[in-house]
């Protein structure tokens, strides 16, 4: 068993639970929504990114692509809400862009956890 795959995946995969428990819930309210489970997708998010940078393979190079999206759509939707929250109010229109914009980073994550599924069954032992 190779140690590093296991911790490299342990992060992808909980980076993905993570973030699609931030993303379930109700569409209209971010009372469904934990704040401290966004910064918990965002520090896993961020911890799976740099496990990602060592490897230097073509998949390693769509594996990392898909993760910086990820931390992208994520950081940016923490950043709105705490700029509304403090600046501004929270009104549908930003509990929309938040939401959609960790919907995204799901969507991302999705794609990394397939592909790295699909490279491990690849591999030959």
Do not use: C, P
Request: glycine share 8%; aromatic share 8%; proline share 0%.
């Amino acid at each position: 068993m190779n140690l590093d795959k296991v911790i490299s995946g342990f992060f992808i995969i909980l980076a993905m639970t993570l973030n699609f428990g931030f993303f379930y819930g109700d569409m209209d309210s971010l009372v469904s929504h934990s704040k401290y489970e966004l910064m918990a997708a965002i520090i896993v998010n961020l911890i799976a990114t740099t496990l990602k940078l060592g490897d230097k393979t073509q998949m390693g190079s769509v594996l990392l692509a898909t993760s910086l999206v990820a931390d992208i759509q994520l950081i940016a939707a923490a950043t709105i809400w705490t700029v509304a929250h403090y600046a501004y109010t929270v009104n549908l229109e930003i509990t929309g862009i938040v939401i959609s914009l960790s919907g995204g980073a799901l969507l991302a994550n999705l794609i990394s956890v397939a592909l790295y599924v699909g490279d491990t069954l690849k591999s030959k032992r």
